[in-house]
Each structure stands twice: as C-alpha cells, then as structure tokens.
C-alpha cells in the first residue's frame, strides 16, 4: 500500500493553495502557447524556468509541468479552428479537425479532443502512478555500466523514431554530446571548449540552447513565409458536447490511442508528436469506412489527440525514475529539478517524496483543471488568434531574450541563444532536427561520466559492459536498433 | 553541390577541429579516461558519420527540398534586432531597449508610428512590471535607473 500512501500524500501537497494556483498558472499558460502557432512547450517552459527560482521545488515543477500537457490540450483548438497546428503535436488533428470544422462540426470536434485528452491524460497519471515507484526500485540497483548502455540505447531509439535520416540523426546526437562537454570538466577540473569565455566556462546554458533551437529559429522559418490570411472558424458558444453517436465512435479510439501514446511517451525521441501520428494510422486501419479519414472522421481528433496526452504522462517515467529525459520538455524539467537541489533519477522517491508525489498527483488535479478551463476559454483563444503574426513575433523574440537573460542575468548566455537560433534555422534549411542535439547534450555528461566510471571501475576493460547481463541487454537492443533499419531498406524494393 | 554535402563538409570540419582539441586536452588511459577523451571520440564518431553523408550524397544540385536563400530579409533584420537587443541591454537598460526593439520590428512590418509606439510602450512597460516588479527577475537598469 506503498503507492496508496504516497498518492495520499501527493493530494496533500498538490491541493495546498500555493501549488494549486501554480499549477492552474501552468497548465493557463501550457494552454495559451499549446493555442498559439509558433510558440511550442518547450521554449515557453525554458522561458519560465527563471522565474520558478523564487517558488518552492514542488510548486514550480507543478507549474512547467502543467505548461507540458496543458499545452497538448490548446494545441487541438488551433488544428480545428484555423487547421494551423498550434503544436506539433497536433498537427494530424488538422486534417479531421478541421474538415469537421468546415462542416459544422467545430464544436464536437473541440469537445471530445478536450474529453478524450482528459481522459488520456487521467489514465496515463493513473498508469504512471503505479508504474514509476516500482521502476524506481528497479533502477536502484543500476551503476554506472547500466547507466552508459541505457542512454546508449536512448540515443539509439532516437535514431529509430527519427523522421529524417538515420546517419543526420545520429549526427545530431553526436553534435549534442560534444555541445554537452564544453565548460569545466568534473573529472579533472579541466576547461574544454571554453576559449577563455566566460559563458562558455560554465558549459552551455540548456535554456539558452532551447529558446535558440525551438524559439528563436522557428520565428525566424516563419517570418520567411509569406503572411497568409488565416481563416477562422466563429467558435461554437453552445453544443461542444459530443453526441452519443460521437461517443459511440470516439471511445475506443480514445483508449487505444491511451495506451499507444503513454508506452511511445516513455521511449526517447518518441514522445507526443509520434504518438499522435501513430494513433492516426492505427485508427484509420481500424477503420470500417478508411475513407471518411480526411473527411471529418471523429476518431481521427480523438485518437491522436488522446495519444499526444498519454505520451505527456508517460515522458514522465524515465525522469523521475532514471533521471534521463525522453525528449527537450523532460530536458528542462531535469534541469529545473537540478536548479532546485533535487537530483532526478530511482532515489527521488525516497529523498523528496513531496516533489515526486506532488508532481504526479498535481497531473490529476491540472487534468481536470484543463477539461473545465479549455471549453469556455475557447472564445477568448479564437480571438486571440487573429492577432497578426506580424504583431505577435516581435514579443516572442522578447519574450526569448528576457527568458535567456533572466536564468543568470548574462548577456553572454543571450548571445548563446543567438548563435543557436541560427543555427536551429539552418538546420531545418538542410534537414536536421534540433531534438536529438538537445537530448545528447542533457544526457552526454551523465553519459560521460559514466562510462568513465566505468572503465575505472573495470580497469580499462570494456568487458564490464558486457558482463553485466543489464548492461549488456541494453547494449544488445542498442545495436539491433541501429542495425534494423538497415535490414529494413535491403528487403524493401527501392 | 547537394546541401547534403554541403553540411556533411561543414560537420566534418567541426569534427576535426573536436578531435584535435580531445587530442590537446590528453586522451588518458582506458584505466583513467581523461578530459579529452570524449571529445576525441565524440569527434570520431561525427566525423565518420559526415563523411558516410557527404559519400552518399549526389554531386549536382538535388531538386526539390526547401530554398535556402529566404524570399525576404526579414529573418535576417530579425537576427540583427536581436543581436542588436543583447549589445544594448546593459548600456541603456531594459526598459528603453526593450521599447526601441519593439518599435523598430512593429514599424518595419509596416505598423502606424501610433500603434507601434503604444504597443512597445506597453510592452516595455508590461515586461518590467510582469517579471521585474513581480516574478522578481533582475532586468538591467539604465542611465535613469530602469
């Protein structure tokens, strides 16, 4: 009764007033940058990191939590309203969302997106509620060589769910992991990379490289393309409720894409934006009528919408159990976790069960939270959106520097941010994702420093890798992962 | 020259230059890795992988993919204006860069002079009260103290 006591004491912490109006101020800012296009979870939690510095632990991993999944709740509205993805995890809620909207259906399609994230999300705290405390008893017992292998076959996984080349992928990967050796090396107390810059000597700031990969360089995609007039649908005051006719459609889908999206979300690189894609594609195969897909088929804003939620809920697990992030969202919150004194990984259940209960049992109270905020608010987000970009960029470029600025006051991190937001830009021109490069660069330290503890532990001999049955598990899916594509485009015709 | 190999060349310079500098910071032993171990075969490893890119890529002009020159100048004023922001931020504080920012972008998109200078004044103003006064971040103050 270990868990029953401990999602006791989470309500105890998450319903104190203090945490409570956190978590309804992350989950109301998740929602308004989930709305708005061009502005994705993670910059905008990158942002805010600084201001939690004065909040309790607990109460400001609440709040950038909730910015999280609140944010895959708002993403739908601006799918179906403006058939714009106001998140790229909503972008094949577009494609039924809004052919619904054109038809009249606007208003269904936002309430059972809403109803079926609420429940995805719900089931997802429930199913991490159970699973990270046994987890974390697990991966008590994983040292060093455990550790390098897992982050080794995160890596790998990140190669496998890439959507651009395995060999680009990997480069990124490889990119982030050199990115995470500048500064001060823990080991030998050596500088590397740092050229003598101040800014460089304390290693790259995570919240400057962010809002330069995800902000500032997707402003700068955007401003390339020319205005186009967006046309949006008049919210439906009245009739968001689905039918029963919608229910009746919609409630597998929901529960399937639960399931998918919450085991998608635990994986590295994986995550939201897969979930809801392969939610899609499984319900448009379940389909008895595939061809309505496209056309206004309900189950196709149902499941992926349910999907990008449960894979929100299931990101959570390797933080809190492993400490190692599975995407750039979980890349901040461990950093945040660490700004704050707490050392994310299997011992934080036991050193700060508030932080770890608080955090899951807040999920259930900003779930519901978003369900009785997002419907009425849709007017208001609806207006919003015909704000002119050319009115909005100008403060989110702002709204990057103060936050890259704020987390130590250092011009020098600003210039950071700069230099990475062009270089964001130019690797979406030459087709590069900046997400593998920001996962390596989080996880190349610990990666680092555990695969040199481990050659001290074994004295230089890379047997203990394999000696180990975990470690050399893990290793083992690694290397198949990395060699199965390979198999794949051999058998298949090009 | 495909943009394949275009980057595939630029990350294998960047993979050089890790290298070398893993190789300047010592290796160590397998026994006792040392400083520059990492960013040696951190290095290695990207070089190769540049190398498989730039051997697999096509040598004329691929067709097709996104255009590399922009079809305005818009990102790169974007860039200058912010790299622009960081250079004056501590010399003329928050507060009056954050406005001369906002009214600079607001009227190079072809906004009135009224409505650009209402809207960076009340978002200089906004700012400053939103996470100076309250969130208690530690904006710069300038010559006339904010």
């Known amino acids: 009764m270990e868990i029953f006591g401990g999602v006791l004491y989470g309500f105890q912490v998450a319903l104190q007033p203090i945490n409570l109006l956190y978590c309804f101020i992350g989950v109301f800012i998740g929602t308004l940058v989930g709305v708005l296009p061009g502005l994705g979870p993670a910059a905008a939690i990158a942002l805010l990191l600084p201001s939690t510095f004065a909040a309790s632990p607990v109460a400001a991993i609440i709040m950038l939590a909730g910015i999280y999944y609140g944010a895959m709740y708002g993403g739908s509205t601006t799918s179906i309203l403006v058939n714009i993805p106001g998140e790229a995890a909503s972008v094949v809620t577009c494609l039924d969302g809004h052919a619904m909207a054109r038809q009249g259906r606007a208003g269904a399609a936002l309430g059972i997106a809403a109803f079926g994230s609420f429940i995805a999300g719900t089931l997802s705290v429930i199913a991490l509620t159970f699973l990270a405390p046994f987890l974390a008893r697990v991966t008590l017992r994983f040292g060093p060589p455990e550790y390098f292998a897992l982050m080794t076959l995160g890596l790998m996984l990140l190669t496998f769910f890439a959507r651009e080349s395995t060999v680009k992928t990997l480069m990124m990967a490889a990119v982030g992991l050199l990115c995470g050796t500048v500064g001060q090396d823990t080991i030998s107390g050596r500088f590397r990379f740092a050229f003598g810059i101040r800014t460089l000597e304390d290693g790259l700031g995570l919240v400057p490289v962010i809002m330069g990969l995800f902000g500032i360089s997707e402003v700068l995609l955007n401003l390339e393309q020319r205005e186009q007039q967006r046309e949006i649908f008049a919210p439906p005051t009245t009739a968001l409720f689905p039918t029963r006719e919608d229910w009746r459609a919609s409630t597998v889908p929901i529960l399937r894409g639960s399931v998918l999206g919450f085991f998608l979300g635990i994986l590295p690189g994986a995550g939201a934006i897969i979930a809801s894609f392969a939610s899609y594609a499984v319900e448009k195969r379940a389909s008895r009528h595939p061809e309505r897909f496209g056309a206004g088929a309900i189950e196709g804003v149902a499941g992926p919408e349910a999907a990008n939620n449960a894979a929100a809920g299931g990101a959570f697990i390797p933080l809190l159990t492993l400490g190692i992030p599975a995407n750039a969202v979980m890349a901040i919150l461990l950093g945040a976790l660490m700004i704050h004194g707490l050392q994310p990984g299997p011992l934080l259940v036991k050193q700060a069960p508030d932080v770890f209960w608080g955090i899951i049992t807040s999920m259930y109270i900003g779930n519901a939270m978003l369900l009785v905020l997002n419907l009425p608010l849709i007017p208001m987000w609806a207006r919003l959106l015909r704000v002119p970009y050319t009115v909005m960029y100008p403060f989110i470029l702002l709204f990057c520097l103060i936050g890259a600025y704020s987390v130590a006051n250092s011009v020098g991190d600003g210039i950071v941010m700069w230099v990475f937001g062009i270089v964001g830009y130019l690797l979406k021109k030459f087709d590069y994702e900046g997400a593998p490069l920001i996962l390596a660069m989080v996880i190349g330290p610990m990666m680092e420093e555990a695969l040199r503890q481990s050659l001290i532990l074994s004295a230089g001999s890379f047997e203990i890798f394999v000696s180990r049955p975990i470690a050399a598990g893990f290793l083992a899916a690694a290397v198949i992962l990395l060699v199965l594509p390979l198999v794949r485009r051999r058998s298949l015709p090009a | ?146």
């Open chain 2, 1 to 146: 020259m495909s943009r394949d190999r275009v980057s595939g060349l630029f990350w294998l310079a960047v993979a050089l230059f890790a290298a070398a500098q893993g190789l300047a910071l010592k290796l160590g032993s397998l026994h006792r890795p040392g400083p520059g171990f990492f960013p040696f075969w951190g290095g290695v490893v990207l070089g190769l992988l540049s190398i498989v890119l730039v051997v697999r890529s096509p040598a004329g002009n691929a067709p097709g993919g996104a255009r590399l020159r922009p079809d305005n100048a818009r990102p790169v004023v974007a860039v200058g204006a912010v790299l622009g922001y960081l250079l004056l931020l501590e010399v003329l504080g928050f507060v009056a860069v954050t406005f001369l920012f906002l009214l600079l972008l607001l009227r190079l998109e072809r906004r009135s002079w009224t409505f650009s200078a209402a809207s960076a004044g009340a978002g200089a103003v906004g700012c400053y009260v939103l996470f100076q006064l309250w969130l208690k971040t530690q904006l710069p103050t300038g010559p006339l103290g904010f």
